[in-house]
């Protein structure tokens, strides 16, 4: 469980949590010591303006620096593994059933670094996950898609992740 978790970050189970601190370990550790063994062998090949292997280290360093700095702010923010209160209203950490285009979907709600789970998972930063967050059994709410268009969602169920 994390002691750091706010009411403002996103929803991970215990087993996606453990699994992206160690991602975040590896990378901070093994994985730093290899880039810069990289970096350090390409720059002995020479001129760095046209060192292919240099400037693909490089790029790799930042692709892993950022990827660091995106785990360490999901991890000091996350709520663990607590599931919410079976009180009908939507929440991250809920398995929420929707009626959207006449069909009804069932998904997470919570952060995308689950998945891998056998449900599809929708943030609730996303434009449906916004719009859903805080409603209720029965509610219908709406949203504005990026092409401008409304859509209308009816929540169906809301239950608390178990998984």
């Known amino acids: 469980m ?4 706010t009411t403002t970050g996103s929803f991970l189970t215990q087993e996606a949590y453990d699994r ?17 063994k990289k970096i350090e062998a390409a720059r002995e090949e020479g001129d760095l303006r ?12 930042g692709k892993m620096e950022a990827r660091i700095r995106q785990l ?7 709520t663990v593994g607590e599931a919410p ?14 009626e959207m285009f006449g069909d009804q979907e069932t998904f997470l709600l919570g952060s995308r670094e689950i998945e891998g789970d056998e449900l599809e998972v929708f943030s609730e ?8 967050n805080g409603a209720r059994i ?5 949203y504005e898609a990026p ?16 998984g």
């Not at 994390?2 to 978790?5: C, K, N, Q």
């Open 2 to 5: 994390s002691d750091t978790a």
């Open 20 to 36: 992206l601190k160690a991602e975040l370990e590896q990378l901070s550790g093994e994985g730093r010591t290899e880039i810069a």
């Open 50 to 61: 046209e060192n292919g292997g240099y400037h693909a280290a490089k790029e790799e360093q």
């Open 72 to 78: 360490t702010q999901l991890l000091e923010t996350a």
């Open 85 to 98: 209160k079976n009180d009908g209203t939507v929440v991250p950490g809920m398995v929420v059933t929707v």
């Open 125 to 132: 930063k996303s434009p449906v996950g916004a719009a859903i």
């Open 138 to 142: 029965g509610d219908t709410v709406s």
């Open 147 to 162: 092409n401008g268009k409304k859509i209308e969602v009816k929540i169906l169920e809301a239950k608390p992740y178990a």
